[in-house]
């Protein structure tokens, strides 16, 4: 054969198949743009739904309320501004929100307590009544008979209810069921109920409980405790039952300050105030010595104006089991106590339980102090105490209703034991950290597979759950986050399929120990311990969203800027800046030694954190009862400890020796007094003849008021 016929045949094979390869990797390559397109629309759609959340949560909405509603609401909106962002990425003209529904799965947001999903599922279509309530279901159109002619048979629950053949009602026209099976359903995405991250243990017939965990370690406990039904809420720590954290938060307070937009006698200020939290957590703040409040709108009211007392709450240690809080007027004015009216002198002390003032003032308190963080501490010392206590031996292997109970430990750990060694709260690999952060893992994986089971039964094609890395779900567990995910998305020679996690750093749903920077005298404000802090006498350390630049527009319709902690220090600047060295580049941090700032910047940071938990968390009431029961169980157990040796017959002796130890138990710090009973004068016993010798405890308070001492008697005959 020719040279030139090998080449013509080989042009005719090869050309096309050269066209095709061409085509074809040309289309490659256009696969992998369009993916990493999608992945940057995806992202940056995810990012704008927690952008969105933020600024529903931080931005507008000062007074955020953990109302179910209102974060049911945030929630939505930040779902709804990922699909518009996403859909208005993609570009392609005419898509719409709705048409890029049938590429969504499910939108996942976790929150502090709990997580939303928003995903496409069944509901039944119903049937509303006059008042637009829910009466039946609306049945399928293949089940509705023909034929129906009204006529009324029943009234039922004051409805009435139309029958028109055996199995079949109507109302008002419309053919209804009473079996789910034969209703009419649409499938529609939706955002399900808010659900807990919760677990539930059994011990015996005496301890069933479920316990709620949050991204932290506050924690809901409801059930029965030892035969008791009880709902307790709290932040775990490992001082429980431990002096020194008691001691801790004994004489902790704080100055708050911050720069305060408001609006006053038709002028606008911005003004360094200091500030403390009243009993319902509002801010109230001093100009000067006038006590005065800020609405989210900016009016500035001076409680004077108002008739009403605001009042400080501070826990109390000297009274611990007598007093658990004090209140302390902020301001002074008339209230009317049991029907008579009373003058309040701001700074003043009240008991709650009733509004009785204390006779005597026994614990001094400043009024421009901020509590917050002493009564968070001692809340939590408590709460930790009763933990301890009382769940001390549920383990792992308590768990109820779970198919592998080994994902979630070992078998043996003791989860509510904080005061032993390897397991504080604060520390993210102890054993109950590790436990809780396994059960919100698990439950978000199962609820999402439900969710893209789902799904993929509903469209084309398979689709099932990714598995997501190790580093997503470190930042899920570490704050509030959007997880989005995507599916069938035609791109090229293929179909799109991916998902992103977005995490917010800046909401108020969560206290992250993370996000609390330092004050100092500088313009700029630090991560804790940075060894560009500049020295101080003192240090000050707020949220991360505190330092948000804010903004308000003044009389002359001006919008003016402004920062709420400038430096006092510097009372020119108006704006105080993140540190070059360890916010801006985080890789520059360096940690300071000079032990003296140590110490001052972990004193500030602490306080920064249990007073902002204080006032973001519920936490429990003082239950006066439940002390005293507790106060004089310890005196018992106390008092049998040291006695129950010399019950019985003893001789004169050991009688002499009890007495003295008695006298010695009184003087002790306890509540607890032991009186002494004696038909014979201790002079006049002899120390080798024997004596009976009986034991009472009594419990009995001495009847005074308000107070938690109990007794004891020892009889000797
Ligand atoms: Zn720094």
Sequence with gaps: MKLSNLSIIFIIFMLPI???VSYYVSMQIDTINMQTAYNSKLLTSTKSAVEAFEINTVEWNESYSSVANSKRRDVMASVNTFLTSFANSIGTAGISKEDVLAYVPAILTTLYDGYYIYTPSETMETIKNQDGSDIAMSKSIKDKLIGCNDSFIEKNSGKLLYKCESSSYTYNGQAFTLDPSKASKTYSHMLKPFSTYSARYKKDDNTDIVVNYTLDNYITISGVVNGKYIIKSGYLTNEGGGLNSYNKWKNASENLSENIYFKYKDNTYCKMCTYVYASDNTKVYFDGNVPFIVSATGERTDLSDIKT?????IATEDLLYVYPYVYQALNSGVVSVNGTNKNIVAGNFYTDMNGTEFTTKPLSFEL??????????????KFTEWVNKNLKD???GDMQDVENPSLYGAS???????????NDPENRSSIFVRHKNEIIKQTLISNLEQAITGYSRNSEGNYELPILTDEDWDQILRNVSIVTFVQGIPIGMKYYNNYVVATSTANKEFVNPDEIYINDISPYYHMPYCDKIVGSPVYSAYRNI?????????????TISYYKHNSNYYSGQTSIQECYYCLVQRDLYNKTNDA???KKIEDAYTLALYRERYVTHKFETYDEENELENQKEKDKNNFNAQFEQYKGNI????????????????????EHQVWVYSTILLDNMNDSKTYSVTFNYTGDDLGLEHTGRSRSRISID
């Design 596 to 598: 003296d700032k140590l």
């Design 18 to 20: 050269m066209l095709i």
């Design 412 to 422: 043996t750990d003791k989860i509510f034991a904080t005061n032993t060694g390897n």
């Design 368 to 381: 421009k102090k901020d509590y917050s963080a002493k009564n968070c501490g001692l809340a939590s010392y």
């Design 651 to 670: 001789t004169g002796a050991k009688v002499k020796e009890l007495i003295e130890k008695v006298n010695k138990n009184n003087l002790s710090d306890s």
């Design 546 to 558: 505190d330092y948000i630049a804010k903004s308000y527009i003044d009389e002359n319709g001006k």
């Design 309 to 313: 007392i605001y009042y400080k709450k």
């Design 394 to 396: 549920i383990t792992i």
